[in-house]
């Protein structure tokens, strides 16, 4: 077999083989999923019992995410559709909106472009680092991963275009064997080409690959008939009472009515094989070479789906166009248009695919209840036809926005079924931090490696002889959060405690550093942290800002580049009210801090409330995942959002309630509130 050969493929005469490091999912959200439902989950979960099925959109690098799945999804995946990046210059951006200032009488929406976060663009940009050969090594290793993850009829589509088309064909012939390509796709997905100096694209390919050959998942498909198909075959009518009449050109134009009945054509029913002496016969009046044996005509003759048109003519079948399945489904597609600017199926997302395409694929290559796939998600489209189709889901994405549109996408569809969102979270942060800082013996001195190359990023110098600070910068000290556990409030009066009792008192000694205030970075934070900390801070004289280490620091091609920038948290104000049982959360105030927005949004924001585009609510939060109760959100159709809702508790007791925002940049912040019903 010939075998394409790429810098990188080989190591010391092995094939490098895929990262094979398999942590555990962090459940962060759970949507959908009703009172019964959640209790009956905690039941099964307390008895060791094996819960019911969540669908799953999971955010985080395919490269930790492929391996992650496969201790349980391991050849139970029945189908896969993937479409990876496969231009070297892909713009990964895409339009955002800025809505309307519902305070004012004029319509002050406006769009913004979303820029990829820069781990997005460097995982991306970067597969490209040394040319088609990291390309190809990058998509070899998550292929080998995806066979595995496929059931023994399972197939995977893989959408490309020109460009990488013949490469990636070579390397699934490798990784799933040439017997196993089933079909390779045209899809015409323009319907212009500006081009003047070639003759321009105007498809893009999908290869299809099955695991085995003889046992495959292929359900028929077929299209309908074009109008000047039906317009041109289609000429006769067969009435209510039984009467035929042939349509006239202005009533196949639609320049005339046309009589209510059964639309048919005509179809012979002799044979073009001349040598059959045993299908030769009279038959109404006439000996022919007839398509089926005599008793088959005369049944079918009496069901009066055999005519003659005229008198002495040679008999033909009627065939209906209610019963024309169409025409079969071939691997020419060129009967599904991209989707359009205007329509409400656009999310903004430039490699969005039409609903109608991954319709094809997933009612052509699966069955009802069957697990489909697709670790590059976007804006959702794989994930919401599946969920439309009655299939079981899997998703995953390393934009942080694509999770956030895909969860809104869902949202709108009717009867949808519970589903988890998802990260790899501290787990993959613990796998970088043992792999960066190699004391595995001495636990102290590896999380002073860590404090110090976090440090480093932030531009702050470290500081030693304390417990809670760990640098200082610009006149403030610094606190560096764990990589495996959120900053709690119990952190921060511990900081502001060391802060007060070491270097945050006045002095009058010359050249001693005076220190105004604390920055606390975190990976994550307790919910509410934001006010509820900056308020205990206050009293104490403490000016306290908590700011983000980003996922960038874990990719070293970001970090070398310079790319890290660590924002502040948002800040939410949340009111209550509260009547008997029934408790009312309206949102009453949102801030952002300026350093994570682009000028020109900035200047367009006119009202708090522009900067939110989802918010949910979760009215019994038991300190274990957020459980997405009410939500309201805006979409293409309906660009408004609620400010309030209201909710009736079943029982008296102490609860929690837990709001979640995400602003039109993606971001998440979140509020809880203890609530007592009596």
């Known amino acids: 077999m010939t075998e394409l050969i790429w810098e990188g493929k080989y190591k010391d005469g092995k094939k490098v083989a895929p990262v094979r490091i398999a942590l555990p999912f962090q459940t962060i959200e759970t949507v959908n999923e009703s009172v019964q439902e959640r209790q009956r989950a905690l039941d099964l979960s307390f008895s060791g019992k094996q819960t019911e099925w969540r669908n799953r959109l999971i955010w985080g690098d395919k490269k930790y995410v492929l391996p992650s799945l496969l201790p349980e999804f391991a050849g139970k995946i029945n189908l896969i559709y993937i479409d990876p990046p496969f231009a070297t210059g892909a713009d990964f951006s895409f339009m955002a909106t800025i809505p309307d200032n519902p305070e004012s009488e004029e319509d002050e929406s406006s769009q913004f472009t979303k820029e990829a976060s820069i781990i997005e663009q460097k995982a991306y940009r970067d597969t490209w680092g040394k040319g088609l050969d990291s390309y190809l090594q990058w998509f070899y290793g998550a292929a080998v991963l995806l066979r595995e993850l496929l059931t023994e009829n399972g197939s995977i589509f893989v959408h490309c275009d020109w460009r990488v088309n013949s490469f990636l064909r070579v390397v699934l012939d490798e990784i799933f064997g040439t017997s196993n390509h089933r079909a390779e796709v045209c899809w015409k997905k323009a319907t212009k080409t500006t081009a003047f100096n070639d003759f321009g694209s105007e498809h893009d390919s999908i290869l299809l690959y099955s695991k085995n050959y003889d046992n495959f998942t292929f359900n028929q498909l077929f299209r309908g008939l074009e109008d000047d198909q039906i317009k041109k075959n289609y000429v006769y009518v067969e009435k209510e009472d039984g009467t035929i009449i042939k349509l006239t050109k202005k009533q196949i134009d639609g320049i005339e009515p046309v009589s209510k009945g059964k639309r048919f054509r005509t179809i012979p029913i002799t044979n073009m094989n001349k040598n059959r002496p045993n299908l030769k016969y009279e038959f109404l009046g006439h000996t022919q070479v007839w398509a089926k044996s005599k008793d088959k005509l005369v049944e079918e003759y009496k069901q009066g789906l055999i005519i003659q048109a005229g008198d002495g003519t040679i008999p033909v079948k009627k065939q209906y166009l209610e019963s024309n399945k169409g025409v079969k ?88 079924k519970p589903f988890v969102v998802q990260n790899l979270g501290k787990y993959e942060r613990q796998v970088w931090q043992g792999a960066e800082f190699s004391n595995h013996e001495n636990r102290n001195l590896q999380e002073k490696d860590y404090r110090n190359f976090i440090l480093d990023l932030y531009h702050a110098e470290p500081v030693n002889g304390y417990v809670w600070l760990h640098g200082f910068k610009a006149g403030r000290m610094v606190h560096v959060g764990a990589v495996d ?90 009111k209550i009210k509260s009547s008997s049982k029934k408790v009312e959360v309206s949102l009453n105030d949102f801030v952002i801090p300026p350093d994570d927005v682009p000028e020109d949004v900035q200047k367009a924001i006119t009202h708090w409330s522009q900067w939110i585009d989802y918010w949910a609510v979760d009215w019994d939060y038991k300190d274990d995942t957020f459980h997405n109760q009410w939500q309201s959100y805006r979409t293409k159709k309906n660009p408004k959002i609620e400010l309030s809702t209201s909710y009736t508790y079943p029982d008296k007791g102490k609860y929690t309630i837990v709001v979640k925002v995400i602003d039109i940049l993606g971001n998440d912040t979140t509020k809880a509130i203890n609530v007592e019903i009596k």
């Open 329 to 416: 489904v071939n691997d020419l597609w060129i009967d599904i248009a991209p989707v359009q600017g205007g329509s409400l199926e656009n999310t903004g997302y430039p490699t969005q695919k039409p609903e109608k395409l991954l319709s094809r694929i997933i009612e052509s290559s699966s069955d009802g209840n069957d697990i489909i796939a697709d670790f590059f998600c976007g804006s959702g489209t794989t994930l919401a036809v599946a969920e439309k189709l009655g299939r079981r889901w899997i998703g995953s994405d390393l934009g942080r926005f694509a999770i956030h549109t895909t969860r809104k996408r869902l949202l709108q569809i009717p009867d949808l």
């Open 485 to 574: 556990s959120p900053v709690a409030l119990g952190d921060v009066k511990s900081i502001i405690q060391e802060f007060w009792k070491s270097v945050g008192k006045p002095t009058d000694k010359v050249g001693e550093v005076r220190y105004n205030g604390v920055d606390i970075l975190g990976w994550e934070f307790a919910f509410d942290i934001n006010e509820t900390a900056k308020q205990q801070a206050a009293a104490s004289k403490v000016d306290v800002k908590f700011k983000k280490i980003p996922r960038e620091v874990l990719d070293k091609r970001a970090v070398d580049a310079g790319d890290v920038k660590f924002f502040e948290l948002a800040a939410l104000d949340v």
